[in-house]
C-alpha cells in the first residue's frame, strides 16, 4: 500500500509567499499622505524662518596684519576687523612665543564705526592692541572675534 505524500500537493503561489514573507502591505490613506505633505511643509518653513533669522546677525571676521616685540614684556598686534557699522565686536588677541605658549592675552571691544571711516562704509576698521607679556613673545594673533548681544 502506498500513501499518498502530502508534501507535494501544490500550494498557490501567493499563499506561500505570503507565508513566507508576510501578506500584502496596504495602500496609504488619503489622510496619512495629507499628513505627510503638512509636516514636510511645517518643517520647510521652519528651516526658512531658522535662515532667515540666522543670518540677520551679522557676521564679524578678523585678519591678521602683523605684530611687533616693543620689549620683554610687551607686544602690539594690528590686525583689521569687519562688521556691521552699527554692531560693537569684541575680540580675543594673544602674543605667543617660540614654543606657541600664550604669554599675553587681551580681550579688546571694537565699538560701532562712522560710514565715512572707511573705504567699504565703515565695515571695517584698522585696530591696534598692545598686548604685556610675560616672556618675550615672537608672535601675537587675532585668537577670536564675535558680536556682542545688544541687549545688555
Not at 17 to 32: D, E, H, I, P, S
Not at 64 to 86: C, F, H, M
Not at 101 to 127: C, F, L, R
Amino acid at each position: 500500500m502506498t500513501s499518498e505524500d502530502l508534501s507535494a500537493t501544490q500550494v498557490p503561489a501567493s499563499t506561500s509567499l505570503a507565508n513566507r514573507y508576510g501578506g500584502q502591505k496596504r495602500a496609504m490613506t488619503r489622510k496619512t499622505k495629507r499628513n505627510i505633505v503638512m509636516a514636510a511643509l511645517v518643517v520647510g518653513i521652519a528651516f526658512a524662518a531658522w535662515v532667515a533669522t540666522s543670518s540677520a546677525q551679522a557676521p564679524v571676521t578678523f585678519k591678521d596684519i602683523g605684530y611687533s616685540t616693543v620689549d620683554g614684556t610687551q607686544a602690539e598686534v594690528d590686525y583689521q576687523v569687519t562688521k556691521y557699522p552699527g554692531a560693537t565686536a569684541k575680540c580675543a588677541i594673544k602674543a605667543m612665543d617660540s614654543k606657541f605658549a600664550v604669554v599675553g592675552w587681551k580681550v579688546v571691544e571694537i565699538g560701532p564705526n562712522q560710514p565715512e571711516e572707511s573705504a567699504d562704509g565703515g565695515s571695517t576698521t584698522a585696530q591696534r592692541t598692545v598686548l604685556r607679556t610675560e616672556s618675550p613673545a615672537v608672535s601675537g594673533v587675532v585668537d577670536s572675534c564675535w558680536i556682542v548681544d545688544s541687549g545688555k
